[in-house]
C-alpha cells in the first residue's frame, strides 16, 4: 500500500529509475499486462511508494501499432506532456523490470472514495435533463431500462488540457477509467500506449470542446512544446522511443493544432470514441 509523501515529479521520476521493483499484483482489468509494484530499497525495505510496471513481453500484437512498442509510446507521452507543460501524466521511464524492459509509471495515488469512480467525476451517464451548466454531452444512448441517457464530461479547465494533449498524441484510447484526481488534485491521465501513431487516431470521450477556439493557454503550451522539440535533449529522447516519421507526425500534428487555432472536431470516415467508454 502507498504511503510515503507525495512527490514532485522530478523526485518521483528519481525513484522510478533508482528503487527495485517488487511486484505485489495483477491490474486484471487491463488489456496488457500491467503488474503493480513496489519501490524498495537494495536490502527490500519498502519505500512506502508504488508504481505499474508494463513489461514489453506482456503485449498484445495489434494490428494497427508495431508489436513491441507501447512501453515506448507511454514513455513518449509523459514526455511530450512534460515538455509542453502540460504536467498531466505521472512520471514514466523505460527500464529493466523483474520481466524484463518495460514501462514504469508512478502510482497515483487517491481518496477510497475515488477508487470507486476512476473517471474521478469528471465523465458521467446523466439523463438529458440534467445536462446544464458545466457538462458537455458527448454522445446520447440508451440505459438498462431503455431510459434515454447521455454521456458527458465535465466543462473543467484541467479536462481540456487533457483534450488538447490527446489532440497532440492523437491518443486512440481516451477512455473515462484513464482520468482521475490525485490526493492533491491534479489531474492524471494514463494508459498511453495506444498514442504518437503516425495516422490520426484519436479517440476519446472528450469532444466536448469540438470546433472551439483554443484558450491562450492552449497556444502557449503547444508552443512551448515545439520549442521543445527543437531542441536535442527532447528530440533525443524522442528519437530513442519513436520511429522517425512517428517524431515527425507528432510534430506535423502540433504545428497544424496550433495553426488552425481550433479544436479538433470528430473524423468522420471513422468511428470517434473508445471501446468500452470506461
Not at 500491467?34 to 536490502?43: F, I, M, P, S
Not at 503516425?198 to 469532444?207: N, S, Y
Amino acid at each position: 500500500m502507498t504511503t510515503g509523501p507525495l512527490l514532485e515529479d522530478e523526485a518521483a521520476l528519481g525513484l522510478l529509475g533508482s528503487l527495485a521493483l517488487e511486484p505485489v499484483g495483477v491490474l486484471t482489468e487491463a488489456s496488457n499486462l500491467t503488474v503493480l509494484v513496489d519501490l524498495v530499497d537494495a536490502d527490500g525495505s519498502a519505500t512506502g511508494h508504488q508504481a505499474v510496471y508494463k513489461p514489453v513481453r506482456g503485449e498484445r500484437p495489434l494490428a494497427d501499432f508495431p508489436t513491441g512498442t507501447l512501453a515506448a509510446r507511454e514513455v513518449a507521452a509523459y514526455l511530450v506532456s512534460a515538455a509542453g507543460g502540460w504536467d498531466l501524466v505521472p512520471p514514466t521511464l523505460l527500464r529493466e523490470g523483474p520481466l524484463g524492459p518495460g514501462s514504469v509509471q508512478w502510482w497515483v495515488r487517491q481518496t477510497p472514495e475515488r477508487l470507486a469512480d476512476p473517471s474521478a467525476g469528471l465523465v458521467e451517464v446523466l439523463p438529458p435533463d440534467r445536462l446544464g451548466p458545466g457538462w458537455l454531452g458527448v454522445v446520447s444512448g440508451t440505459g438498462a431500462e431503455g431510459e434515454e441517457v447521455v454521456v458527458a464530461h465535465a466543462d473543467d479547465p484541467d479536462l481540456r488540457s487533457m483534450a488538447v494533449l490527446d489532440a497532440v498524441l492523437t491518443n486512440a484510447d481516451r477512455k473515462a477509467a484513464h482520468l482521475t484526481r490525485d490526493l492533491a488534485g491534479r489531474l492524471r491521465g494514463f494508459d498511453h500506449g495506444l498514442c504518437l501513431h503516425v495516422d490520426d487516431k484519436l479517440r476519446t470521450v472528450l469532444w466536448g470542446w469540438a470546433g472551439e477556439p483554443l484558450r491562450e493557454e492552449d497556444r502557449t503550451a503547444l508552443r512551448r512544446l515545439l520549442d521543445a522539440l527543437d531542441r536535442p535533449a527532447t528530440s533525443t529522447a524522442l528519437a530513442e522511443l519513436l520511429a522517425p516519421a512517428e517524431v515527425d507526425a507528432l510534430v506535423g500534428r502540433t504545428e497544424e493544432l496550433l495553426g488552425n487555432g481550433t479544436m479538433p472536431l470528430p473524423p468522420g470516415g471513422r468511428y470517434p470514441l473508445p471501446w468500452p467508454l470506461w
